[in-house]
């Protein structure tokens, strides 16, 4: 309570009493003694008088709102123009009673007080909320990290495993199609189609293998793991899509490179399925310490509500991979010209990568079972 006048300020807390408010109060009249109150603890509310003899009721609710904005501050004083008083409400006073009319009091305390708790709890839901989505998205940071090293642990096991007994499978077979009598051409003929057939197989398995997840990505770095897949794309479905870049490193980044590589995936699928394109650019450039991926297609053109449509999971699956990595994706697209995926991802050497967030999110849960 900022008020000079004892008689005011115990005439003030028997009416808190009377009211039914439950108080204890202490009154200061001076600024110092006020800063230093508020510093102790902010009080759930401040009760100041308008004009003090040693300090000024505008300065008090001004330090107020720096210190403790969200404490109610009511006024309880003398004469208050109307002016005078809507300005005050206008800085952040909660509410104004004049002590001639002291019966305002109880109900504009109660008020205030309900007020407040109901935004300490709006503000509680919110910071809820807010942990809640946070969580979600490390969770999906952590299921795609996992599915993407489930995909890389498949795909050399099928490429090494799988090929190599082929390839030795091949091996044998020709030996001992050398061994066979001239005689025997039937049986040659039949053993050469045989080792065709484990070439086409060879060539499956590798296939597969890539798909799951190329190893040139790891390898031979992300342009080429794009011209690879442009190239397949071209094969694949007859629409033209080249790959431009200035770029002359490697880039070996592999958390960077799996963002855009799957990114770049995504957005052919999404040609191939919705763009009715012929023709796909894609351009990849440094841009402001960021690596940036251009992905343009002649198609029909996505609209402003195919884009902003929550229901998209596979926009918003490229969406997360980029924010994951403090990047992010804007789409655009022209009626009728095509559409514009954009990928920008900042280039950080120190960037935590995916597998440090899994292991340190895996450190602070507690292991359950096995
Ligand atoms: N290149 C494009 N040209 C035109 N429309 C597009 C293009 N890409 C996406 N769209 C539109 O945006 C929508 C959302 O795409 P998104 O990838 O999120 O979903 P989807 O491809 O329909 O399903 P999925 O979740 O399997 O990817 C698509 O349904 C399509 O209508
Ligand atoms: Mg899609």
């Not at 004009?51 to 403790?68: N, R, S, T």
């Not at 006073?93 to 002291?102: E, F, G, S």
């Not at 899509?241 to 490193?249: G, H, S």
């Not at 994706?329 to 990568?353: C, E, F, M, N, Q």
Request: net charge neutral; hydrophobic share 35%.
């Amino acid at each position: 309570m900022l008020e000079d006048n004892a008689a005011d300020a115990e005439l003030i807390a028997h009416t808190l009493r009377e009211g039914g408010i439950p108080s204890s109060n202490r009154r200061v009249e001076t600024k110092p003694d006020y800063v230093r109150e508020l510093e102790a603890g902010p009080p759930d509310m401040i009760l100041s008088d308008y004009e003090l003899p040693a300090f000024d009721g505008y300065k008090a609710l001004a330090i107020a709102q720096k210190k403790c904005p969200e404490v109610p501050f009511i006024f309880v004083t003398g004469t208050l123009g109307e002016e005078v008083a809507i300005e005050t409400l206008k800085h952040g006073a909660t509410d104004y009673v004049i002590k001639t009319r002291l019966s305002r009091l109880v109900p504009s305390v109660q008020r205030a007080l309900r007020e407040a708790q109901e935004r300490a709890e709006r503000k509680r839901a919110e910071e809820g909320l807010r942990k809640s989505h946070e969580q979600l998205r490390a969770l999906s940071v952590y299921l795609q990290y996992v599915r993407e090293e489930e995909q890389t642990r498949i795909a050399r096991e099928v490429h090494d495993e799988l090929g190599q007994a082929l390839t030795g499978l091949k091996l044998d077979l020709s030996r001992l199609s050398g061994q066979l009598p001239k005689h025997l051409k039937p049986q040659i003929e039949r053993m050469d189609l045989m080792s065709t057939r484990i070439d086409t197989t060879i060539q499956t398995v590798r296939r597969i293998a890539s798909e799951l997840r190329p190893g040139m990505l790891d390898d031979l770095g992300l342009v080429a793991a794009l011209e690879w897949q442009a190239n397949e794309f071209q094969t694949r479905t007859g629409i033209a899509c080249e790959v431009t870049t200035m770029l002359e490193e490697l880039l070996l980044d592999q958390d960077l490179n799996t963002a855009f590589f799957r990114i770049f995936q995504e957005t052919l699928t999404n040609v191939i399925r919705h763009a009715a394109a012929t023709r796909v650019e894609v351009l990849l450039r440094k841009e402001a310490g960021a690596l940036v991926m251009e992905i343009r297609d002649n198609g029909r053109g996505i609209s402003e509500a195919q884009i902003s449509n929550t229901k998209s999971t596979g926009l918003r699956g490229m969406r997360e991979r980029a924010a994951a990595l403090g990047g992010e994706v804007d789409i655009h697209g022209w009626p009728g010209k095509g559409t514009t995926v954009t990928v920008g991802i900042p280039l950080r050497p120190a960037r935590k990568s995916a597998k440090r967030i899994h292991e340190d999110s895996h450190r602070r849960r507690p292991r359950d079972g096995a």
